[in-house]
């Protein structure tokens, strides 16, 4: 049984650049969030997904968007990178559109470096 | 302005001793409070769930508490071993919001975690 499964794992890219993000739910799961983690800090929830539709969003920019696909895997996409979008991004599963009682499933990330 | 903070922000221990975390956190309404370990360069990782009716779990070596009346938790690490060194992350689920869509209404809110090293 697979867990949540993250690609890449590591990738480098320049300001201005855009980046795709790849996530795969553990298997049952139906509900993608997604998280911002700065070096030495806890996650930034960014936003999450449940029937294909954005249902929540933390506080960032429009540069941050996503999408959800009929196999529950999802997509973060980020444009025009700036310096502080470095950082690793984590993907999380769940079951029931976020419901309080559901234990979030992490990834292990995908570490985006701009240079 | 719901907000989870933790205490120490990070701290050395040898190996073998006991330590306990910290976490003061103000949200309205309460739902669930979870402590993860995360490793270096990977994604957290469950200990425990506890709901607003429990005040204490435990997982192995791992204990949390919680005093619903001072928002309040700790996670006592027993026997510490290497394996230990990693960061801990509290993590409280607020909600649901009346009105909220269906599946919805429920925020996330990390602590910035407290980073544990583990020496010989």
Redesign the interface.
């Known amino acids: 049984d697979a867990g949540v499964t993250q690609s890449p794992t590591h990738l480098i890219k320049t300001r201005g650049q855009q980046v795709t993000l790849r996530c795969s739910p553990k298997s049952g799961h139906d509900t993608v969030s997604w998280y911002q983690q700065a070096l030495g800090q806890g996650p930034q929830f960014i936003f999450q997904y449940y029937e294909e539709e954005e249902r929540q969003r933390g506080n960032f920019p429009d540069r941050f968007s996503g999408h959800q696909f009929p196999n529950y895997s999802s997509e973060l996409n980020v444009n025009a990178l700036l310096l502080g979008d470095s950082a690793l991004y984590l993907c999380a599963s769940s079951l029931g559109g976020g419901s309080g009682a559901n234990v979030l499933t992490f990834g292990a990330g995908s570490r985006l470096t701009v240079l | 302005k719901n907000q989870v903070e933790q205490s120490p922000q990070s701290l050395i221990i040898l190996e073998g001793k006991n330590c306990t975390l910290q976490c003061n956190y103000t949200v309205s309404p309460f739902?669930?409070l979870?402590w993860?370990k995360q490793d270096t360069?990977?994604?957290?990782?469950?200990l425990t769930?506890m709901t607003f009716s429990e005040n204490t779990k435990s997982n192995g070596r791992y204990t949390a508490t919680l005093d619903a009346d001072t928002k309040q938790s700790s996670l006592h690490i027993t026997a510490s071993q290497l394996s230990d060194s990693a960061s801990y992350?509290c993590?409280v689920?607020v909600?649901?919001n009346n009105g909220a869509?269906?599946?919805?209404?429920?925020?996330?809110i990390?602590?910035?975690?407290t980073?544990l090293f583990v020496k010989a």
């Open positions: 739902s669930n979870r993860y360069g990977r994604g957290p990782v469950s769930i992350i993590v689920m909600g649901p869509k269906e599946g919805g209404g429920f925020k996330t990390f602590g910035a975690g980073r």
